[in-house]
């Protein structure tokens, strides 16, 4: 039986944007798990009701029901340790931990930034209202004021990244020779782009575009598949 | 026989304020080797120049001499692999790698930024000429123009810290229960600026102050003993 993802979409259902939901397509693969993916808003509340959250991924495996794309990484490991491992072991674990920290607070807000406008004209219509609200509760603007001088915004953005762009000069993973889950959380932030806005974040001669398309071409083209957002 | 490690020092010998002899001063206490340091100045070329590179940590086991503090690391994993390890395996170096990177591109240039002036004041007067004229080559500006608004951009710097601060209140170590070479990489930064400027860089109730004392305690208080800058 395969395992279930609930996976954000847009009003196309094969506009998979989620950065988070992402990390977890790529993390199902990376095992090899066979996989049915069920395209999910976020005004779908009820749909996922039985995880007793509001978000996703959540993953169902038989009787067993994961949320949050950390605990669900943690339990495929150990729920399927002859399965090509997410982590090498507890230390690889860890400094993954950092990785996904810097993602959150040094990377995805420089991405949503840029992504803010065309991504909320992909949303389904119902979620278009909720989406609005929220985000501009957190952001404490207005999505255009969000929007407004991310042009300006983006040389900054693209130098942060120089952690990454070294790292990836030297290595051919974050993972080291092959992937791990470090490279699956930093490719949902660049797949999160890439699905909701036509515009690329990196110049076209960034060392970055190399470990980019490799990320797109694992697992049978599993990342590269859904379709890039049209100009 | 121990471990010689030159290792960068000031005009009083025991202020040993390098970052990256740090790095590998943690590293040895970690593996439990017997070490034995060498104050080294700057302009102390001739000193290592067996080496075949005029910068420091540089260490000499045996016939064997070893630069950088990242190659030094390594060796040591290899050369006494029934040591307790600094990296547990492949994946958690690759992901150290990363850690190494965001330190020297998103931390130590905020740090050098708030301490450059004591730190130019505690050097060895024959060091001081050579140093000024390095660093403003690097800065393309004097030491002093550089230092100009430290204090203004002190509140980034500590900000810029978010990924390491949450993962530190997610975990006791960068490494997990215990710590990694990742966490010397961390600690090096933050020694550097104790041992240099007596103003602290973290404000008294940041969470990172446990986890800079925990590192300073650790190994009989190998960091602690090095004496902190006098206000």
Redesign the interface.
């Known amino acids: 039986m395969p395992i279930k993802l609930y996976d954000l979409a847009g009003a196309d259902p094969d506009a998979r944007f989620s950065p988070n939901c992402w990390r977890t397509r790529m993390a199902l693969a990376h095992k090899g798990l066979e996989t049915e993916t069920i395209a999910w808003r976020f005004t779908d509340k009820e749909m996922i009701a039985f995880s007793d959250q509001g978000k996703t991924p959540v993953i169902v495996d038989g009787d067993r029901t994961i949320v949050d794309s950390w605990s669900i990484a943690v339990y495929l490991d150990e729920a399927y340790p002859d399965k090509p491992k997410l982590?090498?072991?507890?230390?690889?674990?860890?400094?993954?931990?950092?990785?996904k920290?810097?993602v959150e607070?040094?990377v995805n807000p420089g991405v949503v930034k840029q992504i803010i406008l065309p991504l909320f004209d992909q949303l389904a219509e119902k979620d278009k209202a909720y989406f609005r609200e929220s985000r501009e509760a957190m952001f404490k603007c207005t999505l255009e004021e969000f929007a407004a001088g991310a042009e300006d915004a983006l040389p900054g953005f693209r130098a942060?990244l120089?952690?990454?762009r070294?790292?990836l000069s030297?290595?051919k993973?974050?993972?080291?020779?092959t992937p791990?889950f470090?490279d699956y959380i930093a490719f949902g932030a660049f797949q999160w782009a890439r699905v909701s806005s036509a515009q690329d974040l990196l110049e076209p001669t960034d060392t970055l575009v190399r470990w980019r398309q490799t990320m797109l071409d694992l697992y049978d083209g599993l990342g590269g598949k859904t379709p890039a957002r049209a100009a």
Chains 1, 2 share one sequence.
């Open positions: 982590f090498e072991g507890p230390q690889a674990r860890a400094h993954a931990l950092f990785i920290n810097w607070r040094a942060s120089n952690p990454l070294v790292t030297e290595q993973f974050l993972g080291g020779e791990s470090a």
